[in-house]
């Protein structure tokens, strides 16, 4: 990692977090965490995105934000070193979803394998909530808000990094280099990258049903290992057994390390011992799965016990996603700000406007290099907001900036005003920086103007 890498990450709160979550990414985060090497980190709970494929179980999602903020901090994420923040708060994510959703066909979409699947899983074949169809634009959001370059998580993700690096390569290349390219990061060990259920189904995944979760009871997680998927040409103790597809061998590669064997079991040296004993036959399934318990064990009981202290602090655990939403959301403002002036809608920005102005004024030009002209008259052009009753007051305050201009000019002015935008004429010789100034100080007495721009 590098000084300047930004690391992001989240989960959709559709269910605590099981031990697929844990080896595909949280792990990882917590020692990426620990190693320092990086500028920032963030951490959030994706319960917009959740709530694409839940809408009408608002409480699941909400009661799910605080399980999988528990879980985090049961894994050993601090809050002290990391941002952890919740999704739907920033509402940068949907302003920046929009502006994507022009640079992302329909049939792009569509090509997306993990949404193919997990449209086909939820049913929706025939009615797919556009939110969702839609998710991997609104991810690509949430990656880019914050500049990040390494993502952490699983398999299934891939798809979507790639739609996020299409999307910030099309956006930098229309509008100029703004946005920043995210690389995912798998886990080092191949069968973590998607872990299967405890049922051998492909992923083990919060909405099949097929998950040890992180904040199951030890008897819990013995009772699943005892009936989980093996080989089922196995029959007799005898016969020769398959690691291939077998899911507690599966496990196995994902938690087990040399040391287990010491601890635990004592008969073999290594894996691969139990593995070859296995497949010549003479190896019961019990007695491998009594083993994979024990190793689960020793990486759950630690982050069960954390779980636990953490359960008796909910409200700390509320503050510390209300403190990490509040730091994240000036972060994703701050691209906002970057993204707008590069898609040339940052119309109201005060910084913007007098960078602006301080160009003009820098050259020194005369109002009559700045004047425009309608039907004859001489103008200048002055453009501002009125966040407040609009139109009316701002006709007022023309009035008002008319007679001051007036008097400063010392000639017959002419308004004219379009929404927005009043045009002031004047004498064409009067210095410009006069004329800004008068009109400047004119606009800012009134805190509730703003000067924008002057217009060429
Ligand atoms: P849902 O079914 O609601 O989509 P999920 O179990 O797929 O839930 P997500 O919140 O979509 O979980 O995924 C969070 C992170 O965990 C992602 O980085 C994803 O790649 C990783 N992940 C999820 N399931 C697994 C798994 N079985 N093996 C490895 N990584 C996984
Ligand atoms: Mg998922």
Known sequence: MAKDTVILTGDRPTGRLHIGHYV????????????????????????????????????KVRQNVIEVALDYLACGLDPEKITI??????????ELSFYFMDLVTVSRLQRN??????IGMRGFESSIPVGFFTYPISQAADITAFKATTVPAGEDQKPMLEQATEIVRRFNHIYGETLVEPNILLPQNAVCCRLPGTDGKAKMSKSLGNCIYLAESAKEVEKKVKSMYTDPTHLRVEDPGHIEGNTVFTYLDAFCKPEHFGLYWPDYQSLDEVKEHYQRGGLGDMKVKKFLNKVLEAELGPIRERRKMWEQRIPDVYDILQ??????????????????????????????????????????????????????????????????????????????????????????????????????????????????????????????????????
Do not use: H, W
Request: aromatic share 10%; glycine share 4%; net charge negative.
């Open 323 to 456: 403190a990490g939403s509040e730091v994240a959301e000036k972060k994703a403002a701050e691209t906002l700000n970057d993204v707008r002036e590069a898609m040339k809608i940052n119309y109201f920005d005060g910084d913007f406007a007098l960078k602006n102005i301080a160009n003009i004024l820098m050259t020194s030009f005369r109002a009559s290099d700045i004047v425009g002209r309608i039907g004859g008259d001489e103008f200048v052009c002055f453009a501002f907001i009125d966040d407040l009753d609009f139109p009316k007051t701002v006709q007022a305050k023309i009035q008002e900036l008319s007679n001051e201009l007036n008097e400063t000019c010392g000639k017959p002015y002419y308004i004219e005003m379009s929404v927005g935008v009043s045009e002031f004429s004047c004498d064409p010789d009067i210095k410009i920086e006069d004329l800004l100034s008068q009109a400047d100080s004119a606009l800012y007495s009134n805190k509730r103007y703003k000067r924008m721009s002057v217009l060429k």
């Open 24 to 59: 595909g990414s949280l792990k990882r985060r917590v020692e990426l965490q620990n190693a320092g090497d990086f500028k920032k980190m963030f951490v959030f709970i994706a319960d917009a995105q959740a709530l694409t494929d839940n809408i009408d179980n608002p409480e």
């Open 85 to 94: 923040f919740i999704q739907s708060q920033i509402p940068e994510l949907c």
């Open 113 to 118: 394998p993990t949404v193919k699947t997990e």
